[in-house]
């Protein structure tokens, strides 16, 4: 199995900028392609943004584009997402995945907790 352990939610108000760490443990081998979700309050859950094992593809939805960074660091097998100039609409829960497949655009078969971005406007 692999476990993944979101962290780095919090509250903050809109226009302001957050970075999500997701660090993956147990059977890491087994997984290449990471990515970001989100599930805000009576919506269904979106994708927001995925990278491949070597970083050289990377997906993002259109709302985000330009704001929201991808990354990833294999050595510590963590990835990460900067949030820059953060909407109240973004308000959501924030969740990390994995796929089984170097290939951003899924199916993911893993996922973390989720960790909760609160955007105050």
């Known amino acids: 199995q692999v476990q993944l352990t979101e962290s780095g939610g919090g509250l903050v108000q809109a226009g302001g900028s957050l970075t999500l760490s997701c660090a993956a443990s147990?059977?890491?081998?087994?997984?290449?392609?990471l990515g970001w979700f989100r599930q805000a309050p009576g919506k269904e859950r979106e994708f927001v943004a995925g990278i491949t094992y070597g970083s050289s593809t990377i997906y993002y939805t259109d709302t985000v584009k330009g704001r929201f960074t991808i990354s990833r660091d294999n050595a510590k097998n963590t990835v990460y997402l900067q949030m820059n100039s953060l909407k109240a609409e973004e308000t959501a829960v924030y969740y990390c995945a994995a796929c089984r497949k170097n290939d951003p655009a899924g199916p993911y078969s893993y996922w973390g907790q989720g960790t909760q971005v609160t955007v105050s406007s």
């Open positions: 147990g059977r890491i081998f087994s997984i290449d392609a």
